[in-house]
């Protein structure tokens, strides 16, 4: 619902009818352009994040207080609170929501970690002028620690309370119909995003400024997202611009991205923009980095799930004839296969009977049934739970497997897979994965590919702990089903 009158849509538009659309726009501020609502939805945004951010100063501050009692910082620690809107400023996390339609909270971590530490370390000088005794290394460290996991934490419930009181963002395609059908359901389906597809405006065949500005008044529109894809570069330019001209925000969708991902660093040349773009792959270390995560990671939570792992073997075992494991032909790096472990979920002869079942098959690419007959009791609720691939932690100590990667495939789904894409099989396929995050269930295999595809054009340590941190409430809420 606009939070603009219908009154004021229609009275703004027959301006821009009467003086000659576009141009009435380009002589206004933008500020007096820009849509009230969206300006409204900003300030709201940041208010929320602010409001965040001084309870996550307190409860830093009370964290100290709790751990080092009267050697803290004392009353001073509340300096806090006032140093911390000014540091998260000074980094741009407050506005930074205002350029995004995924607003992604772990995705800022770093960054807050940044702002964190910079805030404990500022606090810290100013107080050593009130505080008698010197503050120790460790009161910083905890600081540090317990206000970027308290804004992490709390930034997440703000956003989810401007989302709930907010009303959906408008979104204008400007490009092809292909494009705006994707962007459609990836609207639908980001449980960060809150967003609607108003509509959509073709590059060749609604040519000119005044039609842009015509539909985003009569449409109501916040946001325009620009797709250019075998446009004119120039047509595509003077989309952006006529759209930052009313004031309205930009999204512009590259398929150049889609090929060399997001890790890519703006070289600067006179003038000239140049995109460094990084090697494919990973190196020697960077394997080593994520082999050792994975030992790590795989070694603790088997010793943390042993006692569940081994009741759920007796649950398969005493439920339903057949063994306890089952096993399954996957294809993993560099093409070579292996054995993955489940705990069996189907019946025994579940692979002879999937060709009489095939008819029923709900998933593009891959072999995927709501109410699959061959499924046990114990499978059923081992399979809606995830509790299924714990045995999968025994693949990853192997190095078959690893925490986060490509999906392993099996040989008939993998044959399909060609070109650049089979690049995907540079890393070690993993337990979970983006596809997983974004729920496997619903993915086509095409779109899969290109997932796995840019996972490995972007790897980073930081990226797996995010998938890994992701995955967790999508098992917790089955939203993976």
């Known amino acids: 619902m606009s939070l603009e009158t219908p009154t004021r849509r229609r009275s703004a538009a027959r301006r821009l009818r009467r003086d000659g659309g576009m141009r009435s726009v380009l002589r206004a501020p933008l500020e007096s352009a820009a849509p009230a609502a969206v300006r409204r939805r900003d300030r709201s945004s940041r208010a929320w994040l602010l409001v965040a951010d001084l309870a996550a100063a307190l409860a830093a501050v009370a964290v100290v207080h709790v751990t080092f009692g009267l050697e803290g910082p004392g009353p ?17 996390l407050y506005r930074r ?27 810290f000088l100013l107080e050593s002028a009130l505080v008698p005794t010197p503050l120790g290394a460790q009161i910083i460290a905890v600081s540090i620690a317990a206000l970027c996991g308290a804004a992490v934490l709390l930034r997440v419930a703000a956003r989810a309370a401007a989302r709930s009181t907010s009303p959906p963002e408008r979104c204008l395609v400007v490009g092809g119909a292909d494009v705006a059908e994707r962007l459609a359901v990836k609207l639908a389906d980001g449980a960060a995003i809150k967003a609607d597809l108003v509509g959509r405006l073709d590059l060749e065949r609604d040519r000119g400024e005044p039609e842009l500005a015509r539909r985003v008044v009569e449409a109501d529109v916040h946001r325009v997202v620009v797709a250019g894809e075998g446009a004119p570069p120039e047509r595509v330019h003077e989309a952006i611009q006529s759209a930052k001209a009313l004031g309205v925000k930009v999204s512009v969708l590259p398929r150049m991205f889609e090929v060399v991902g997001s890790s890519v660093a703006f070289d600067y040349l006179g003038g000239m923009t140049v995109l460094g773009v990084r090697r494919f792959g990973l190196d020697r270390r960077q394997r080593l980095a994520k082999r050792a995560f994975d030992l790590v990671g795989s070694g603790v939570l088997v010793a943390v799930a042993a006692p569940l792992m081994l009741a759920l073997a007796a649950a398969v075992r005493f439920t339903s004839p057949g063994p306890v494991l089952f096993r399954q032909t996957r294809v993993g790096r560099d093409g070579r296969h292996f054995q993955v472990f489940k705990f069996r979920s189907m019946v025994v002869d579940a692979e002879e009977r999937k060709a009489e079942l095939r ?12 109410d699959d007959p061959r ?72 779109e899969m590919m290109s997932i ?13 702990v ?9 098992v917790a809420l089955r939203r993976g089903q």
């Open 452 to 464: 796995d595809y840019l996972y490995v054009a972007n790897w980073s340590l930081w990226g797996d």
């Open 466 to 474: 995010k998938v890994l941190l992701r995955t967790v409430p999508v």
């Open 359 to 370: 008819a029923r098959n709900e998933a593009e690419g891959l072999f995927k049934i709501a």
């Open 76 to 92: 001073a620690g509340l300096l806090l609170v006032a140093v911390v809107p000014l540091a998260f400023t000074s980094l741009g």
């Open 97 to 123: 929501d205002e350029l995004l339609l995924s607003r992604n909270t772990l995705d800022e971590a770093p960054t807050l970690l940044q702002a964190s530490t910079f805030s404990a370390v500022a606090t």
């Open 375 to 446: 499924v046990t009791r114990v499978g059923r609720l081992l399979r809606s739970t995830s509790l299924d691939e714990l045995p999968q932690l025994l693949n990853v100590l192997r190095g078959e497997m690893s925490l986060v990667g490509p999906r392993p495939l099996v040989i008939d789904e993998d044959v399909r897979i060609e070109g650049f894409y089979r690049r995907r099989l540079h890393l070690t396929p993993g337990m979970t994965g983006h596809w997983q995050v974004l729920g496997s269930a619903r993915i086509p295999l095409r």
